[in-house]
């Protein structure tokens, strides 16, 4: 009977004040039915639970301004909060929810129940994935015509509802997750609020309370930060930065200062003084909690941040963790959780990835085998040495350096990081480990601030400011005498970073980094990398390194490609001339060369370890390395090399000479040098003499999709639909790289410019051309130049037309073949890199956009016609040999070069040269016989092998197919699918299984065709069936298409044998059957 008196006594007093406020011309009725509602709210508190247990608060009523309801409903003991309550004006008119929306899910998203009512009509939000459920206490068309509200039928609903609404104080129990989680998503939402205010002008606010927030941040902006770089210092970082260091500093006092078995009510205490009160916390999160105190000490309770603040103040006092989890957490789960929580593209921005524990460890442990084998017998823990992690991120080497430390004498361990979160992780996680190892004699001091501006150096710092105070304590640490530098620098080409003048002496410095003047050029790709953060943190790592005064050690996780990629070529030359010894592992392969499940690191990059020694006043370089490569081992045989005894894993390591020329710390497959030097590289840089005059990029699409086809009919429909004003969106709902909206709408009203339809096809049927597409596949594309070069700049830009392509290949005499010049970035193994190119070619011949264009001809913007692109004595030598004129000539080279490229015996024998990374002045060389007759045959299987890439190619049935009795097995509406390698190929009995899901139909494919791969492609599955398979054509397959296939399949086998018979023409080149005409005869 309670619940039944309670709501007849509020519908009874509701009536009372409704009529009162209409009586005096007030129509909406808010604020006066407020304490009726409240009456209500405390006695259903009664009702449905103990009244001395729930404590219904009546909230501010400037709540509304800052999106806070009017009530919070608690549990006074546990201070879990039951829910929110929100008044409306009582309206005659059912309520409507719709205004309320972003409120309703910001709360859900929190995990906080939520009303919103009229003072009738009740909206009950009781989770994020229930709907949200709309209860009238009493009918509303009944309402205004009785008397007496309080004898109306009451909605049973309202009950049901409301005791829900009254149960489970949430949250509860949290698991680290689940509360790192929840930290994230208020911090966004407190962030938002932040930037909402931060972008408003003093002079435009509307009210005191809005200048009151403005001008603290206003105040916190020019307390927190060194300096007024608009470019680093906007709103956005501002508001990011200072909602994570508020909410962390909740944290971190809820972790590691609360006890576990605290009640709720001490928790909170406990916090508040963490953040309201000057004592001394062994000088953890030093810059954290002086913002903290700034912040509580000039804002007042009502503004927005303060009830922010207590809100999260509360929500964490009520959590609850476990031993375990306070002792030993997941500190890398937790930060990858709060940023792909809070803003996954920070991650991304800053190449912010964790090390694994294992390799950490690994790391220390090296670190100090080196010191002690290498540094006569000293220790990296020696009395008074500095240890210092640039990048420290949470913590993993600052941990495992502690864990390892057998000497316990004191020495300085230093972390710096610019990122607020793992900042807070990696002190909390040092508070653990000062638990955990009592009685350490060293010194600890994690500082926030980013390591490579000049403030580390000691310049232009603002000592009143709190990023000042940190850079202060950075610039006196990182100027002591230091042992080692160590860590797992953030890498990341995703834009350039720290480029302001706030960066000048970093970037000064990173000049020993690049070529030398002289060799510098615009568009220098072997330049770019220089601007990559770890590299930076190289490059200050050995400033400070080697002006300590005693002998130190660097210790870096750095990228694979960094040991050999041509772009790195001059700091591993700067690394080579300063230190005298050097360490090298392989832990991880780059994934983008192939599939890879054996990964310690989450990223397609490869990772590679590098120690190096500096031996104080010793000019010793290195000329040698030690080297060890685990990167194609499982993740269980890495983790058990890098756990086991450091003595048993320094002992794999071989050692193996510095190359002179490219500096590299990756060993190659030795090769005859003296018979490669005779060859002819296909392109050089500078003077020196080279086969072809010029390159160029394929043509790159951006996207690809909307403007190819395999079919030149399904590419007219498409197109034609989009002009229509159709969704096309169904032909790319399954691939890989979907067109941005942006891009369709751009070719859509390029095609409504058009006029009617059969201005539309005389277009299609003038600009769709044959395009070679990817090794042994032939697409259509429509190269409607003039939308394409719009496009260069439509949604993100990427389409790169090249006009010297598009001249040169409109010139029917043009031939020319792709090839890349990094193999190792197409696969892990070398295999053939090259594939002939007879249609206009695109950027992705070669996996990766790899490809560079080689042609007989080549026309630049300004040539009127194109012009032979070989070396003239070349042309020249052979035109006499063979009597023929320069152009079949210029052809004849092609071919021959194209066909010794494609030898597998030419591949295995030099693979030492050939199986690197990109380096422009060592490309791939080619020998050229004298011999005429030689000569000949080599170009006759060149021009074969490239005549297996054209259009028309009718190829010899090898595989001896019964093409009638295997295309009949196609029936009406198969959609190729393009399954997984497992189910596509049966290796035992050699068969590809085609099949749209239901249906497989098994054809003979030998093995080696099941294996090749041409230029980063498994050219089966990746190339033919990929394009052909419904995902990319939205069409039938068809009995055709059938055909096409066992045609193709039949090339491939073409290929084999052709490729057969070149290499026993190659394997009389090699044993010198013959005289070179080589680059010293061109002269």
């Known amino acids: 009977m309670a619940y039944a008196n309670t709501v007849k006594s509020y519908l009874k007093r509701l009536q009372e004040y409704y009529k009162s406020a209409k009586a005096s011309g007030q129509y909406t009725a808010e604020l006066s039915f407020r304490p009726a509602l409240n009456e209500l709210l405390e006695n259903l508190a009664i009702d449905f639970g103990t009244s001395k247990d729930i404590d219904v608060v009546l909230e501010p009523k400037n709540q509304g301004k800052v999106g806070r309801p009017d009530w919070r409903i608690h549990d006074k003991k546990t201070l879990g909060i039951f829910g929110f309550v929100e008044a409306k004006g009582l309206s005659e008119d059912s309520f409507d929810t719709t205004p309320y929306n972003e409120q309703i899910q910001k709360y859900l998203t929190l995990n906080h129940k939520l009303i919103i009512t009229d003072g009738i009509d009740f909206v009950f939000c009781l989770a994020e994935n229930q709907k949200p459920s709309l209860v009238s206490l009493i009918d509303k068309n009944k309402m205004f015509k009785a008397k007496h509200w309080e004898n109306l039928e009451v909605d049973s609903q309202f009950q049901l509802l409301m005791s829900q609404f009254y149960s489970n104080p949430s949250p509860q129990y949290c698991s680290e997750t689940q509360l790192v989680e929840l930290v994230a998503l208020r911090t966004k939402l407190l962030a938002n609020e932040i930037y909402r205010y931060a972008e408003i002008p003093m002079d435009e606010a509307i009210d005191e309370d809005e200048k009151n927030t403005i001008s603290l941040l206003s105040s916190i902006y020019e307390l927190v930060y060194n300096h007024n770089d608009t470019r680093l210092r906007n709103e956005k970082v501002f508001s990011d930065f200072t909602a994570q260091v508020i909410m962390f500093s909740l944290l971190y006092a809820h972790r590691a200062i609360c006890k576990c078995d605290d009640l709720p009510t001490v928790k909170e205490k406990t916090i508040r003084e963490f953040i309201t009160k000057e004592m001394v916390f062994d000088g953890v999160l030093t810059p954290f909690r002086n913002l903290m105190l700034f912040l509580c000490q000039n804002s007042s309770t009502d503004l927005a941040i303060s009830q922010w603040i207590d809100e999260c103040i509360r929500f964490l006092s009520f959590v609850k963790m476990t031993d375990m989890q306070l002792i030993n957490p997941d500190y890398h789960k937790l930060f990858e959780l709060f940023l792909s929580k809070y803003d996954a593209q920070v991650r991304f921005d800053y190449g912010a990835y964790y090390t694994p524990s294992n390799l950490a460890d690994f790391v220390v442990r090296l670190s100090e085998k080196v010191a002690n084998d290498f540094l006569d017998g000293s220790s990296i823990y020696c009395k008074g040495n500095t240890i210092i992690d640039p990048c420290c991120g949470t913590g993993s080497f600052l941990e495992k350096l502690v864990a390892n430390d057998t000497k316990n004498e004191g020495y300085n361990l230093c972390g710096f990081e610019i990122m607020p979160t793992p900042y807070m992780l990696a002190n909390y996680r040092m508070t653990v480990v000062k638990k955990q190892y009592k009685g350490r004699s060293n010194t600890v001091n994690i500082i926030l601030a980013n390591t490579l501006c000049n403030g580390v150096y000691g310049k232009g710092i603002n000592e009143k400011t709190i990023e000042g105070q940190e850079l202060k304590r950075a610039n006196k640490l990182a100027n002591l005498p230091l042992k080692l530098i160590i860590g797992n620098p953030p890498c990341s080409d995703s834009s350039r970073q720290n480029i302001s003048e706030d960066f000048s002496i970093i970037n000064a410095l990173m000049e020993d980094f690049r070529p030398p003047v002289e060799e510098r050029h615009s568009r220098q790709n072997v330049q770019k990398q220089v601007n990559n953060p770890f590299m930076q943190f190289i490059r200050w790592s050995c400033e400070h390194l080697l002006k300590s005064e005693n002998n130190s050690i660097l210790s870096f996780v750095v990228p694979l490609s960094f040991l050999e990629a041509e772009s790195y070529k001059y700091a591993r030359r700067y690394l080579c001339d300063k230190f005298s010894h050097a360490w090298i592992v392989a832990i ?16 397609l990059q490869g990772r590679a370890v590098i120690v190096l020694v500096k031996k104080y006043l010793d000019d010793c370089k290195i000329t040698k390395y030690n080297y060890l490569d685990i990167s194609r081992d499982s993740v269980q045989e890495k983790n058990d090399f890098l756990k086991q005894n450091i003595k048993d894993a320094m002992a794999r390591f071989k050692s193996y000479d510095v190359d002179s020329a490219f500096f590299s710390f990756v060993p190659s497959k030795d090769f005859d040098n003296q018979l490669y030097d005779m060859f ?93 597409f990817r090794p042994f596949l032939q697409s259509k594309i429509l190269l409607w130049e003039e939308v394409l070069k719009k496009y260069a700049t439509v949604g993100g830009g990427g389409t790169r037309l090249r006009p010297e392509i598009i001249k040169t290949y409109s010139n029917r005499g043009t031939i020319g073949f792709a090839m890349a010049h990094a193999p190792k970035d197409l696969n892990p193994t070398l295999s053939q890199f090259v594939s002939f190119c007879w249609y206009y070619p695109d950027n992705d011949m070669c996996s990766r956009g790899n490809s560079h264009i080689y042609m007989n001809l080549y026309q630049t913007k300004k040539d009127n016609d194109p012009k032979s692109n070989i070396n003239y004595n070349l042309v020249e030598f052979y035109q006499k040999l063979l009597s023929c004129t320069m152009s079949e000539c210029e052809k004849m080279i092609v071919f021959y070069v194209y066909g010794i490229m494609c030898s597998q015996m030419y591949l295995d024998e030099f693979e030492g040269a050939l199986f690197t990374l990109n380096r422009s002045d060592d490309r791939a060389r080619v020998p050229f016989v004298k011999n005429v007759t030689l000569f000949k045959k080599i170009v006759k299987l060149g021009q074969k092998l490239a005549e297996l890439e054209k259009e028309d190619h009718i190829p010899e049935n090898l595989l001896q197919y019964d093409y009638d009795l295997i295309t009949n097995q196609i029936p009406t509406g198969f959609h190729l699918t393009n399954s997984n390698k497992s189910k596509l190929f049966d290796e035992e009995m050699e068969i590809l299984n085609l099949s749209d899901g239901q249906i497989s ?68 080149v090699l044993r010198k059957e013959t005289d070179f005409f080589t680059t010293e005869d061109a002269w």
């Open 1001 to 1068: 139909i098994p054809i003979y494919c030998p093995l080696e065709l099941q294996h090749l791969n041409i230029s980063g492609y498994d050219v089966i599955k990746n190339v033919w069936l990929k394009f052909y398979s419904y995902d990319f054509t939205h069409c039938d397959f068809s009995k055709e298409d059938m055909r096409k296939t066992l045609d193709f399949l039949n090339t491939l086998q073409e290929r084999a044998l052709l490729v057969n018979e070149m290499d026993l023409l190659m394997e009389q």
């Open 588 to 603: 991880d392969a780059d994934a983008r060369t192939g599939v890879r499940n054996n990964s310690l690191f989450h990223t």
């Open 680 to 772: 002819w590289p296909v392109s050089a840089t500078g003077n020196q003499v080279s086969i072809f005059t010029n390159h160029c990029s394929g043509i790159k699409l951006a996207p690809t999709a909307i403007f190819t086809h395999v079919k030149e009919t399904m590419l007219k429909r498409r197109t034609k639909d989009l002009a229509m004003g159709q969704d096309i969106s169904a032909w790319f709902i399954k691939q890989d790289r979907k067109p941005g909206q942006e891009k369709v709408e751009a070719l859509k009203n390029a095609l409504n410019n058009c006029g009617n339809r059969n201005e539309i096809d005389q277009m299609l049927s003038s600009n769709i051309k044959t395009y070679s």
